[in-house]
């Protein structure tokens, strides 16, 4: 696997497809990581451009440091591996939080940033970090609930050594680093600051999506901002109809 | 190759996926499931794909063919259809 050292932090990256590479996949918080892409959208993507993966500090095969979890050093971290790869200016595409994470990075580096392409994504408004840490914060049957919920539809369900590695996974991020204080010590914008980018966005959302708010906010924008909501989906979209999310992606690389 | 020695291959990849947590008792045969024999994580998927790609060459392309199936199939691969297209591919 390929192990990239970004500001002293080693990440697990993965590089697919030929050329140059311009589009950066980010997976959404804890329990996530780059499978989530690597076996829907980004291959596909692949054979269009370059693409790179990465799993985000404290998840899947990147080193788990205690702290820098706040939006500011991962935005940074984000940064730095296009740095390290090389990349100039990217489209990222992002689910959930990675999806967040992509919006600060366009309004931090707008000059690092080509075009985002959003899977229910939050988006960095005020107050984002408490209500994430209040979704994150959970122990006993709530959290393997939450597991439940979010794997439901991954490979091994009912597995319970899986379960039972993610819960230790998720423990460890939530227990044993700063995460929680970082999210909820995290910056945020005015929501005047979304209307302001004018790069090409594509933005899918699910229908029943609690976070359809933040998609309306983006489309309501400007011209720049492709929505596309997709009926009968919630928050989970990718798993909901990830063939009619990767074609919608695929379909807007080849078109942009 | 055999089919035989190619699921020799797959089962060491496997095994050295699974590392500290490989139970002896576990065995890989062709109708080894991924999901409920071998419990294996995504990312661990991720990691038996790349040793697959590195072993096998850029002409076994097994990420672009499990893009192309569905959750449903993904979540029911064997081993055994794992050394299948892998075959298919020579």
Request: glycine content about 10%.
């Given at each position: 696997m390929a192990e990239v050292s970004v500001n002293g932090v080693g990440l697990h990256v993965q590089r697919l497809g030929d050329g140059p590479a311009d589009v950066v996949f980010a997976h959404g918080l804890v329990m996530d990581n780059l499978s989530s892409w690597y076996f829907t959208v980004a291959n596909p993507v692949a054979q269009l451009r370059g693409v790179r993966l990465y799993d985000l500090r404290g998840h899947g095969r990147s080193a788990r440091p205690t702290q820098g979890y706040d939006l500011d050093t991962l935005v940074d971290e984000l940064v730095g591996l296009l740095d390290a790869e090389g990349i100039e200016q990217a489209h990222l595409v992002g689910n959930s939080f990675g999806g967040l994470l992509a919006v600060a990075c366009a309004l931090r580096y707008p000059e690092r940033v080509r075009g985002l392409v959003l899977v229910d994504a939050l988006l960095p408004r005020k107050g984002w970090g408490e209500a994430m840490v209040g979704t994150l914060a959970t122990t006993g049957e709530e959290r393997d609930a939450t597991i439940e919920r979010v794997f439901a539809s991954w490979l091994g369900r009912h597995s319970s050594r899986k379960r039972n590695r993610l819960a230790k996974q998720a423990g460890a991020l939530v227990e044993g680093t700063t995460l929680l204080e970082d999210l909820r010590a995290s910056t945020s914008w005015p929501d005047e600051a979304f209307a302001a980018l004018s790069l090409p966005i594509l933005a899918i959302y699910g229908a029943?999506?609690?976070?359809?708010g933040d998609g309306q906010l983006l489309a309501d924008a400007g011209e720049n901002v492709v929505f596309d909501v997709f009926d009968g989906c919630s928050h989970s979209v990718i798993w909901e109809a990830t063939a009619q999310v990767r074609d919608r992606i695929v379909r807007w690389f080849g078109e942009i | 190759m055999s089919r035989e020695d190619t699921l020799q291959i797959l089962a060491g990849f496997i095994r050295d996926v699974i590392g500290d947590e490989w139970d002896d008792d576990m065995e890989v045969a062709f109708d080894t499931s991924f999901s409920d024999d071998l419990e294996l994580e995504s990312i661990e998927f991720v990691a038996l794909a790349e040793s697959v790609q590195a072993h096998f060459?850029?002409?076994?392309?097994f990420v672009g063919w499990i893009s192309n199936l569905e959750l449903d199939q993904i979540i029911a691969l064997t081993v055994g259809e794992v050394v299948d297209f892998v075959e298919s591919c020579r």
């Open positions: 029943e999506s609690d976070v359809l | 060459g850029d002409h076994v392309d």
